[in-house]
């Protein structure tokens, strides 16, 4: 665990913190600019854990950037044990919530137009592309220590 | 990594294993139960998956199995880091399957029995449970060294 210590706080993290964030808001926000997501349950879980992983990243951005902007803050070994699993319960959740909403787009538009309008679709897999991208930053921040 | 080393070889190990491979072979036996499955893009996606996984849980188990009963095998630590990236890999791989296979069923069930008798949708239904109990050994795997 002593090798993830150099994570927190740096300023490799704060650029993977920011990313994710960007990345995690940017898909919610293609998700919800309609409410058609509310017919399908996989969504709205979807929606759920985007709105998680943005509370999370946001979090951890703030005080990554106190850390390094203002004052280096003590590193606790409890504190990272907590960091880590918490990256790694919203990376799980995130890969899910992306994996499971691009087969249903996949689906959707199998189906024809008349389920989901291209224009629609398009910002659907928008979406689930955007939760890729914030699932993967998420993942290397857990394999590779700064 | 050195605190990984006692997870390989070891009778815990064994046991996972053993649990993964009958996991992800009952997985991909009800899927595959009926041929159903080559209508739709996730569920051929989650039979290569599983595939996978269960060629990849088989041969650990036997360099296990080996090491437990017959001889015990020396540690390398390259062979650790390769065990670890490819647990890894399947672990992320099972869970995208699970999580696709089980939001198109769920979305199937929504659609009507035209779409997916109820026969067939709790075969899918189970063969997705299959996966993640699968997936949930494989993270366990990766998390907590024996």
Redesign the interface.
Known sequence: MEELAGAFGSSASLALRLGQTVFSSSSLFFMCLELGFYS???FCYFVTVMGLVILWSITLLVVDAYSVFIQSLPIQRRLIVIIFFGD?IMS?LS???A??????V??LL?AGESNCPPKLCDRYQLSAAMAFLSWFLS?VMR?VPQ
Chains 1, 2 share one sequence.
């Open positions: 399908y349950t996989a790694m799980y890969l899910a919530a994996c499971s909403t691009s087969s249903i996949d689906l199998e993942s394999v």
